[in-house]
């Protein structure tokens, strides 16, 4: 499996480097030991953080409260868990 990915008991753990204020959303590569993610939000009082919970929502189906930031609240780098997640979408697919 690929650095950037952990699953555990159901769960998925990311590791995530941001880039914000981009001009979509969207998964890019693997970057390092961490996957590329770029958001539209600025880094502004969390906005980006969230805008990254509720993408990774929407990828995985789950509800926003299934997504979790670990670590990296005011970094780029950031580690997030998914919780109750049945499949690997294709958009991160591919990068494995």
């Not at 995985?60 to 780098?77: E, M, S």
């Amino acid at each position: 499996m690929a650095e950037w990915l952990l699953k555990k008991e159901g769960d998925y753990f990311l590791a995530i480097y941001l880039q914000p204020r981009a001009s979509r959303d969207e998964v890019v590569a693997p970057y390092g030991e961490c996957l590329k993610v770029r958001i539209k939000a600025p880094p502004v009082n969390g906005k980006a953080n969230q805008a990254l919970i509720r993408y990774f929502a929407r990828l995985f189906d789950v509800a926003k409260r299934d997504v979790t930031l670990l670590a990296g609240d005011t970094g780029r780098r950031k580690k997030i868990c998914i919780k109750n997640a049945c499949k690997l979408p294709a958009e991160l697919r591919e990068f494995l």
